[in-house]
């Protein structure tokens, strides 16, 4: 089974700071895995994801995430925080190995970003 | 929200009756998916579709059916059956070309409240 996990309900930080919304993740094979945005009452936004290759990634918005096999994380982070920022955010795995594997999303990660 | 059209937006229905949310997406995408989202619990997989005329459970599909005859459209009924229908439901889209690692393009959602 796959699983993910969002361990912070809501993360707060000053506009100018540097975010990090924490994600790990469990599958038996090859993670694939995705970061998405949602702003309220509206659907997900895609961000970024990692497949293969550079550990960094660099997505949307100003957004990266950098995936850690031996932690089995998949933080995303960015350097300059924006009070537009400020919105829910969803870690995704999908199984790489096991193409009958849907994606499995944490349970979001609510972002305030304060002026 | 991309080329992901939901109808409608907001839908009231009384205990006992069935309802059908509309999902229409114009990506050429092979593959749909249906998610309830309910606070805190992250996105629930209810039914996926990757062909016409195919359509497979996902990991809440009791009290709900689909229908997928036209590459376009895969609407939802929420049937009697579910209990707790009460939930904001997200259709999305997703491209099969190349393998399971391209990111799902969401609709904006439809909240249904049950009186």
């Given at each position: 089974a796959q699983s993910v996990a969002q361990p912070e309900d809501q993360v707060n930080v000053a506009e100018g700071n540097p975010l990090t919304v924490k994600c790990t993740y469990s599958v038996s094979g090859n993670p694939y895995l995705f970061w998405y945005v949602q702003y309220p009452n509206r659907g997900l936004q895609f961000l970024l994801k990692y497949i293969t290759g550079d550990n960094l990634v660099k997505g949307s918005y100003g957004f990266e995430a950098e995936f850690n096999k031996s932690q089995t994380s998949f933080h995303l982070k960015k350097p300059s925080a924006l009070v537009s920022d400020s919105a829910l955010y969803f870690c995704a795995v999908r199984d790489g190995d096991n193409a009958g594997n849907m994606l499995t999303f944490g349970g979001g990660t609510r972002l305030m970003v304060k002026p | 929200d991309g080329g992901i059209t939901q109808s409608p937006k907001y839908l009231f229905r009384k205990e006992g009756q069935n309802v059908t949310l509309s999902c229409e997406q114009n990506l050429n995408h092979d593959a749909m998916y249906w998610y309830r989202q309910d606070p805190g619990q992250g996105l629930r997989l209810i039914y996926y579709s990757q062909i016409v005329n195919d359509f497979q459970k996902g990991d809440i599909a009791e009290g709900y059916s689909v229908s997928r005859e036209k590459k376009e459209s895969f609407p939802l009924t929420v049937t009697s059956?579910?209990?707790?229908?009460?939930a904001f439901y997200l259709c999305a889209s997703g491209d099969l070309g190349g393998g399971m690692y391209n990111e799902q393009f969401f609709g904006p959602g439809t909240r249904l409240t049950v009186l």
């Open positions: - | 059956a579910q209990k707790n229908p009460t």
